[in-house]
Every structure is written in C-alpha cells, then in structure tokens.
C-alpha cells in the first residue's frame, strides 16, 4: 500500500514550481521496478531462512539534514534508499532500513531542519547496529552510504566491528562516487576533486527529482557559485565550519531536473551492482581484501 502511495505520488504530476511537467517523466518505469527482501518485513519464523538465503546485509545510511531551501530535509535518506532498494533487488541482499538520524557537519548543523547527532554518539551507534547484523549471521555486510557526514563515523564503525569478528567483511561506499567527474561536467554539473558536487546543489537535487520530484521547489532557491576543486585534481578532505552568510547549497540548482537525476542514479546503481558482484565472486582469493 506504502508503494502503490509513492508510485501514486510519482505519477500524479502535480504542480511543481520550476519542476513542472517532470513528475511523469520521473517515475520509474515498472521494469525496472524490483522488489528486494526487506529486514523489517521478515517474519520471525522466517528469519534463519531469510539470513541464510541472502547473499549479504545491505544498510543504507542517509541524514535529515537541511539542503538548502529548495530541496526536502531526507535528501540523502530518500536518494540513497531508492538507490540501496534496487541494489539489494539485483544482488540478492537483505535491505536494512535506512540510518536517517546520523551526525551532520558543522556547516550545515546550525540550519533549522538538520538533525545532528555527535560523530563520537554516531559511531558508537552505528557499530551497534553493525554487531546486531554479525549477530543475525552475516559475514558480508554492505554500507551504502549517502551522506558526507557518514563517511568518518562509519568507517570508524566498521573498524571496530571488524576487529571483534571473525571472517566477516564490510564494505562501505557513498553513492556519488561512481559518477565519472567529466560526464557529470557534461550534464552541467559541477565536480571537485574531493569528491563534491555541492551540497544541495544540481546533482543532488536532480538525484532527489529522480525519485520524488514532488519535494522538490526550484522556485525557492537562485543560483549560486560553484564552489571551487581547490586541487584540479588529486582527493583531499576539507572541513568547514560554520560560515555566515552561506545560505545551505552550491552552484546553478536551475541546472537540476529529474531527467538528468535518473541518468546519475542509473549510473550509480550500475557502478554498485557492479562492485558488490566482484566482492561477492572473489570472495574466496586469499589474500584478497
Ligand atoms: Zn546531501
């Protein structure tokens, strides 16, 4: 019922200032609609089965955090659970729900709306929830992360995780990731060398369009600068504070639609089946993680 209100919602083509006439084009086809094994639906008579079926856990990690005007406070929740929902459909993974409560960064913590829980709090949490996924029986757990907030907390997480279990393996890996830099500058996106594209910005936006192009208000937001790639080239991690006068996103959101986020997501969808396909298959190479 929950998915026929959603799919109702995608279809609906309401109208949507500055997105109009993009709801439609924004659903999902129905062939590529897929339904994937949900942890919170199993029954408990069917829990061994269930874990002992599916190839790995997957647990998806999004915010609630405050995107600028134009964009809904569960952007990342909502991108990166639609994204985690068609991986565990085409791997065989057991879908977690999404960690939407996690620890956002100075830079957008002070805005109204952003919902932050200490990284110190965070990882402590996180690696709970990890243990009671080792405890269940899983050996292959997959963070797909879709917030930068996540980044030091989870992988802080999975250390310690690791370090109490035996023979188990996590990955973790943030869903902008597998967007090419120059196809995402193709598409009139920005991209820095760190991995950025802007919080809240065209690609972000787009990315949310594709799946909920109903939340999305491009009338509230005008364009801004880009942020600069201060290194034109090589990773670095930069962390800010909180700056006045920043009004919570980057670069040209004119840019965004829900054509172009359908495109990103796919790309990125793609790039995931791909890796967990080849942890998965090379599993059994010592030596090899
Ligand atoms: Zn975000």
Redesign the pocket.
Known sequence: MAQMNRRELLFAGLALPGMAGLAQSAALSDDRAATPKRFEEAAGFEVADVVSSCRLALLPLG?L?F?GPHNPLG??SIIISGIAERVAARTGGLLFPTIRFTQCPAHTAHFRGTMSIRPEVMTMYFADVLRNVVRLGFRKIFILN??DGNIGPGRGAIAQVADETQDAALLFVSWWEFLPGEMMKGLGMFHQANGGHG??GPL?TSAVAAFRPDLIHLDRAKDLPEPPDLSGGSPYFLQKSVAAGWPGYSGNVSEASAEKGKKIVQMSEDGIVRLVENWLKHDEVPGSW
């Open positions: 915010s955090e995107h952007s990342d879709g917030h919080h809240g972000e």
